[in-house]
Every structure is written in C-alpha cells, then in structure tokens.
C-alpha cells in the first residue's frame, strides 16, 4: 500500500516543492522549478523511482511532527523504546538556491536510524553517474557525493555519508543524545561549479524568519485563524518567488479516485486560480502579490488576445503538452501518470471573469494600474464582446461536448461588470455604454436560461435540469443576493443532488458529461463554497458546522488535498491543493461578515 497522501507534508523554498513523508521519506521533488522533472519520483512508484530516506531503522517508532511557528521548517519526533531523535526538515528561503536541509538532533538515549538517497531524474527513468568526491575549499575539506545526468546534477553532503549498494546509497548509524547529524541535497547545472555548503544554522533561522513576516503581513483576525494562516502560507508557498506564477498544486497524478485515469498535472498555472488565490489573499491585506502576478500575468497573455490560454507554465510559457510516463506504475496503481495538460487548449470562458474580480479587488485595496495592465484588461473584454455567445468547456474542463455551462455564463456577467467599476469607480476608459449593454444580456440569458422554475435551481448547462456546485458561487460574484429564493432553491437542489456523507460533489459523473470512465470524491473546495453559500443566504448555524468539519480534516500539520473520501477517511488527489486553501480562506471570511465577527486587525 502507498504512503496516505495525509501522511505527508510539504517542503518549499517559493521556486518548488518536496513531499516528505511521516516516516521521513521525500518522495516527491522536482528541481530547481515546479514543472521541472522530478529527481524524487516515489510517490507515483516504488522507491526505485527516486526518494531521500532518513528514519528510525525501528518501524514501530511513535512519531509525531509539526511546522515551527508559521513557517515550512519541519520539526517530525520519531521514539522508541531506545530513545527519542528530532528530524529537522526545510527547503532554505531567500538564497538563490535549490537546497533541501536534513538536521538529526539525538534527544535521549540512542536510536539506530536509516539513511537511503536514491536519485532518479526524469521522473523516475534516468538512473544518474555517481560519484565521490573530495570538495576543497580554502576553510574546509569536505567529502561530498554527487549524482548527474544531462543537465542536472545533485550533490549529497553530510558528516556521515551512506555508501552504494545496488544503485543506492544506504547507511545505518546510531545518534545519541546530544549527537547532531547534518545532511544537504542541492541541485545545480550540471555545467557549472558544485556551490559551497550551507551556513546551516544561519539558513534556518532565516527561512523561519522570513515566514513568521510574512504571517504577520495579514490582517485577518476572524474565526479559524489558525486554518486561515496555514492556508495563506500554502498559497505563498505554491507561488514562485522570480515570476509571480501560482501552480495548482506541488504534484502530478494524485489520483481523484485510486486506480482510476482521472489522474492530472498541476504544476501549472490556471488564470483561474490564481485569481481566486489573489481574492483571498486580498480578503487578508495582501496586496504586493497581486502586483506581483498581475506583471507576471501581462507577460504571458501578452499579443492577441485570441491567443490567451487558460493555463501557462511557471514562466508564463505556453507550451504543456500532455504525455503519458509508461514506466511509473501511478500511486495507488492509478494509471495514467500524466506530464503536461491538453487542458490548456480549451476553451473556458469563465476565467475572465475570475481574472477581472480579483483585479477588481485589488483597485479597491489601492493597486494602481499602469498603463499596460489595464490596456491588456480592456483589450480582453472586447474580445470577450465579439465571442462571449460562444459554448465552452466549463470550469472543470469538461472533455466532452461543448456547452452553455451556467457558471461560465455567470462569469462573463462579472467580467463586464467588473469592466464597467473600473471605468465608474475608478476612472478608467472603455466603451463602458456597450459593456453595460451587454453585461444586462448575459444577465437575463443567465436567470432564464440557466434557471429551472419548475426545480427552483440554476442548472450546470443549458440542456439540462442537473445542478454543479460551481453555482453556490452565483451569489458571491453579485449575480444574485445570498438569500434570493433562488438561490437557496440552488443551494437546497445541491443538498439534495451532490452531498456524499455531508461532503459536496462537483457535479454527477454518472451523467456522462465529462467524457470520461470511473468517479470521484467530494471536491473539498465545493463544500467551502457551500459554507460561504450558506454565510451569504444567512445560515450561519449551517455554515459554522461544515466549517468545522471541513477545518477537521486537514492532516496534522494543517495541510489539505483536492478531494476528500469520507468512507475511507482520506484524502485524495493531488496535494497540497491551492484550490482547497484558497477556498478555505474565502470561507472564513464570509462567515466572519455574516456572524458580525472582526475580519481586518487595525493598521
């Protein structure tokens, strides 16, 4: 069986990001980017496929673990009837570098533990050359093991370095109280000369450092604090650092349900949730990372803007083709492993909409915009105005047929709305007298073609009377007030319709309309929107009980997944999910307004 997917944690240094699991294995690590290919590939196979193993050599060890304040420094105790040992795990912040610290502090007695580093690049698929070798310097000699393929090369440092066995490097030692052992992976060209060794001491303090301010940059004081925190250090932590980029998720393939196809990569950059990422980041007094992504956005849908894609690289590069790895069986045997996303060339019209609230948002928490942006801005809503009568995708990249999904219709309602404040409220130019034409067609289109009388519900589609839970958003955009009897005749058919033991589905699969075989789980960010569905109609008795229990379920270091089994009691799908969390946010502070509770700290 597969390490639990709740079993793991994740490492970051804002350029990308490691799974570590309880029991002290990286499993996952791709460097130095996000979407580059992965050194450590276990997660979606076997230990042969690349992982970094410290642990107790004691399988029944009692471990327990923990971040250090609000940072990403991993603190895992393991005891045994021997002794008890620290691990000390992070990824350095603020360097330049693509570094992953181990620390081993020996607390009592003496635990015999087990050091493996197995490098795979490529996924999993290139075994590299190794070597030792002896690092002189002008203040130390250090004797360093390195691992190199193509372009990428690795260098394992440490006081005690493992030995080969069989394409591995293993060893098994003893730490005892008192004793400190100090172990560093970095990654670097493999044209260039091996860097010099970590000021280690130094790089923790500072990683921790740099985190807490972060923290302390929101001003959210409402309920769920703590969840609300951890979930804005997540997104901060999915954002890379140089471009501005938001990926979805850290991982590639987790599955949505085990042994199934509906097996996908998010390394990537979605319009769309990155937009959602910066609204609740804006909710909680950030405002530098929306300008941050707003210039990283100018740059890739730069030039036609018939050319924008919903997805784009870290960099803002377009190309992601999808490619299936025959030689990495899938976690949990889910096959295929998927590479790339031929979602990038569909058509979802919702994300305009999205992109032009949360920079709608950011003019009201005072970013100015620049000539540029706002042109871009403009330039994308006319053309929004030539083609928004056409079918799309939908928000979950639908791969069957082409159709009038509601929710993307809604969107477009927003994006002119959005389009009509920033000339209104904020002095900007546009053909605002066709934007308030159009803005009322796609509304009356939306309440009477998008809506069921005889259900008293909005639909997914046009053509149909099933519901999608992508429409418990229609009141947070303005569409229609929280407490419309429409909307809480949607709110009740989504009850009835999508709830799996009190969690939200995205919509049926049964139905056929995603053109693809198996099922899913509940999708964690549709139960937040229910929450704030619920915060927004009123009922907050509903809302405070289901944010307890969707707060509950995040893993011990308050991390959450894209999917959730209540019967298994798991998570599922790719993780740490930038959706969940930035859905958690939003939750929190919808709540908070409806309960009368502070939201903001004074600044």
């Known amino acids: 069986m597969p390490t639990p997917i709740e079993d793991y944690a994740v490492l970051g240094d804002l350029g990308t990001a490691a799974l570590v699991s309880r029991r002290g294995s990286v499993d996952w690590l791709c460097l130095p980017r996000f979407d580059s290919r992965a050194c450590f590939s276990a997660l979606l196979g076997t230990p042969e496929h690349g992982r970094w193993l410290i642990a107790p050599a004691d399988p029944d060890a009692v471990t327990t673990r923990r971040y250090v304040g609000n940072s990403f420094v991993l603190e895992t105790t393991h005891e045994t009837p021997t002794g008890r040992v620290r691990v000390t795990d992070l990824m350095p912040l603020g360097d330049g570098r693509s570094d992953l610290l181990r620390r081993i502090d020996g607390l009592e007695g003496s635990v015999r533990m ?99 301010e972060y923290a302390a940059r929101s001003d959210y004081v409402g309920p769920y604090a703590d969840a609300v925190t951890r979930s804005l250090l997540v997104l901060r932590g999915l954002t890379h650092q140089e471009t501005g980029g938001i990926v979805a998720a850290a991982t590639t393939s987790l599955p949505e349900e085990f042994g199934g196809e509906r097996n996908w990569d998010y390394r990537f950059c979605w319009l769309r949730d990155a937009a959602l990422t910066l609204e609740a980041l804006l909710g909680c007094g950030y405002v530098e990372e929306t300008a941050l992504w707003r210039d990283w956005l100018l740059r890739a849908v730069a030039g036609d803007p018939e050319d924008m894609q919903i997805m784009y690289r870290v960099d803002g590069g377009r190309d992601l083709p999808e490619r299936v790895l025959e030689h990495l069986p899938g976690y949990a045997a889910s096959r295929p492993v998927r590479v790339g996303n031929a979602a990038v060339d569909q058509r979802q019209t919702d994300v305009l909409g999205e992109v032009l609230i949360s920079l709608d948002h950011a003019r009201s928490r005072g970013l100015e915009e620049n000539d540029d942006s706002w042109h871009l801005q403009r330039a994308l809503v006319n053309h929004l105005a030539d083609h928004w009568e056409e079918a799309d995708n939908g928000l979950w990249e639908i791969r069957g047929p082409l159709r009038h999904f509601t929710h993307s219709r809604a969107m477009v309602w927003a994006a002119f709305d959005r389009a009509i404040r920033a000339v209104e409220q904020h002095g900007l130019d546009g053909p605002v007298e066709q934007w308030r034409e159009l803005r009322e067609r796609v509304r009356e289109e939306v309440l009477s073609k998008g809506f069921d009388a005889g259900r008293n519900t909005f639909v997914q589609h046009y053509d149909t009377t099933e519901v999608d839970a992508s429409l418990l958003t229609l009141s947070s955009i303005g569409l229609v007030d929280g407490d419309d009897p429409r909307m809480l005749g949607t709110i009740a058919a989504v009850e009835s319709d999508l709830m799996r033991d009190g969690l939200v589905m995205r919509y049926r699969t049964d139905t056929g309309v995603d053109g693809l075989a198996g099922d899913e789980h509940p999708f964690l960010a549709c139960s937040f929107w229910l929450v704030t569905a619920y915060a927004n109609a009123g009922m907050t008795t509903e809302a405070t009980a289901l ?3 969707l707060v509950s379920l995040t893993n011990d270091v308050g991390l959450l997944s894209e999917e959730y089994d209540p019967i298994g009691k798991r998570m599922v799908g790719n993780f740490p999910q930038a959706f969940s969390h930035l859905t958690l946010v939003g939750a929190a502070l919808a709540l908070a307004k409806a309960t009368g509770e502070a939201t903001h700290a004074a600044r």
């Open 114 to 212: 087990v050091h493996e580093w197995t490098v795979r690049f490529n996924y999993g698929r290139t075994r590299p050359w190794v070597a030792r070798h002896t690092d002189d310097r002008e203040d130390h000699t250090d004797e360093i093991i390195t691992a190199i393929a193509g372009p990428d090369m690795l260098v394992l440092r440490g006081a005690r370095l493992p030995h080969a066995q069989d394409g591995h490097h293993v060893d098994e030692f003893d730490v005892a109280a008192g004793e400190t052992f100090t172990f560093s992976t970095t990654w670097f060209r493999s044209h260039d000369e091996i860097p010099p060794p970590l000021r280690v001491r130094a790089r923790i303090r500072e990683t921790i450092m740099r985190s807490e």
């Open 547 to 549: 944010m307890d229990r």
